[in-house]
């Protein structure tokens, strides 16, 4: 079977969850036994958003082949399994910035380069070059931003000619947008989805089904207008509501019959879905048999996106330990000696993720110090790594003066430092140490308890490192290596022995985590957590914590 191809736009407001449909579609096509690829296609002229602040766009998604993606390739995968590349995901800066380097070397033998068709060529040459390296049955191709912006209409373009070049038989649109409830006269409103089909249209893309994101359900009188005025049948009229849980969406897709209406559509000889196992996980994320406070202290609490992968992590560990985690985010730059046990005392464990630059470090470290003095299980995860080795080497061994030269290039006891190959680097984009790497676990080590082996890969971004000079000075101290990348003897994770769970990781074990594969370091963790919330009794929470339930409705 050849390949079919979905392209995924959205219209009338940003934020209403493409990715998580693109995923949706992605895990319904393949319980019915159906090889799916995904791909993400974003407008703007970056070339990738390594070089962006999290609060710009959240967070960065790293695949195995070492690409910086838009943090909805992590949805991809997780709903689907599949693992993406750096073919998955396309950007106005990759394509232009192509265009430009072949107009320089001569490549369009004088020709006036244009929007199209050489934009749109490459752009088409990029969803081809997918289909052929991976050969799936169905290519869903997600484009970012909404319909009307000016930065993604030679996408627009592209799929419409792409749809063109390769027939109507063997590919199909779906848009999604939004039907607003009006409070004031408590009525849903058509006209917002009828405009932007209108502005789909005129580029020439008539979409072949509607998901309607709504609050409110859609009664049939409303389905049949939408249905008359935007050109489509009744039965392609989808409701996509707010759910309890993004891992709900797929069921919801399935009694609408998405599913039936793209295997018809595109004639694809397929089985009947199997979805037993997504139910099991499903019913496990609504009704856990215990919950559990999980203390996050970041850099970047203010957009829960820059921890995407980490809130959904949690969910995943949940359903391993048949509990509920709720994720306390607590702002790193505000935290203080003189504050920590009201914002962390009741917390059952406390996680320091990743991050860049100076701001909070000093707050991380105080977390760190206060976990491991009062046996709190702690998990830090590339800069919450750096910050409890930081903290180990000033409190228990005695170097006050211990940095890394990130935040102090002339501290005398460098116990973090900048990796070698990166002391020449100057560019800043796509040059740190990216993609997934080997690491040989330390025999008898908790990763090794989680992990049940002693070789594993996981996926890095990052330029500092444990200072391996200093290696024997902390294990005699008590801080081991658990984990040693066999490629260049680098300390990929850190233990405490004497702790109920103390495990720092360069790595950034949350992208390898899925719902139906929770990853072992997470799932490790919260079952610590769920012992020492048992042993001592107390599961309250601060009233001046920001509460956020990881299972609750995210949008992507």
């Known amino acids: ?53 999290p609060f710009q766009h959240g967070e960065v998604y790293v695949t195995d082949d070492g690409a910086e993606t838009d943090l909805d390739l992590g949805h991809y995968e997780r709903f689907t399994g599949i693992t993406t590349s750096k073919l998955s995901n396309v950007t106005t800066g990759m394509i232009y ?10 490549a369009f033998l004088g020709a006036t380069v244009q929007v199209i068709p050489h934009i749109t060529d490459e752009i088409k040459g990029r969803i081809q070059a997918l289909a052929v390296a991976r050969e799936p049955d169905v ?23 792409f749809w063109l070049d390769v027939g109507r038989k063997n590919a199909m649109f779906i848009h999604l947008t939004l039907v ?82 793209i295997v018809d559509l595109l004639r694809l000889d397929c089985d009947r879905p199997k979805l037993s196992d997504w139910k099991a996980m499903l019913e496990k994320v609504r009704n856990p048999a215990c919950e559990v406070d999980i203390g996050i202290v970041g850099k970047y609490t203010s957009l829960k996106d820059s921890y995407k992968s980490i809130i959904e992590a949690f969910v995943h560990a949940g359903v391993a330990n048949d509990c509920r985690v709720n994720c306390h985010w607590i702002e790193a730059e505000n935290l203080r000696t003189d504050n920590i046990f009201d914002r962390l005392g009741k917390m059952a464990g406390i996680l320091v993720p990743g991050g860049f630059g100076t701001r909070g470090i000093e707050g ?39 940095n890394s030269t990130e935040f102090d290039k002339d501290t005398p006891y460098p116990v973090i430092s900048l ?33 049940g082996g002693k070789l594993i890969s996981e996926r890095h971004r990052h330029r500092y490192e444990f200072n391996n000079e200093f290696l024997d000075s902390f294990k005699k101290a008590g801080m081991v290596a658990g984990g040693i990348c066999p490629d260049n003897d680098l300390v990929e994770i850190v233990e405490l022995t004497d702790s109920p769970w103390f495990v720092g990781v360069q790595f950034h074990p949350e992208l390898k985590s899925q719902p139906l594969s929770p990853h072992p370091l997470f799932t490790g963790f919260v079952a610590s957590a769920l012992a020492v919330k048992n042993e001592r009794g107390s599961g309250a929470v601060s009233d001046d914590l920001d509460v956020v339930e990881s299972s609750s409705v995210e949008k992507d």
């Open 97 to 106: 910035n192509t265009v430009i380097t072949k107009e320089r070397e001569g």
């Open 139 to 161: 290519l869903i191709s997600e484009v970012g931003g909404t319909v009307g912006d000016i930065e993604g209409l030679p996408f627009l373009e592209a799929i419409r000619q």
């Open 419 to 451: 990796l070698e190959e990166q002391k020449k680097v100057r560019i800043m984009g796509a040059t740190m140490r990216l993609g997934a790497y080997p690491c040989k676990l330390t025999a008898k080590s908790r990763a090794m308890e989680a992990y």
């Open 364 to 402: 991380m470290i105080t977390a760190v110090k206060f976990a491991r003095e009062n046996g709190i299980p702690f998990f830090g995860i590339c800069l919450g790594l750096q910050c409890a080795v930081v903290e180990f080497a000033r409190n228990v061994m005695g170097h006050e003066e211990a």
């Open 180 to 261: 607003p409830f009006i409070e004031s006269i408590g009525e849903l409103k058509t006209k917002p989805t009828q405009h932007s089909v209108r502005a789909l249209r005129e580029i020439g893309i008539q979409p072949d089904v509607l998901v309607c994101r709504t609050p409110k359900s859609l009664p049939l009188s409303l389905r049949k207008k939408i249905a008359l005025f935007c050109n489509v049948d009744l039965n392609a009229v989808i409701e996509a509501p707010d759910t309890d849980t993004i891992y709900s969406v797929p069921m919801k897709f399935l009694d609408e019959g998405l599913d039936e209406i």
């Open 1 to 53: 079977m050849s390949t079919k191809y979905i392209f995924i736009t959205g219209g009338v407001v940003s934020s209403l969850g493409k990715g998580i449909a693109a995923a949706s579609i992605g895990r319904l096509l393949m319980s019915r036994g159906l090889k799916v690829e995904i791909m993400k296609m974003d407008p703007y002229i970056n070339v990738d958003p390594g070089t962006m602040s």
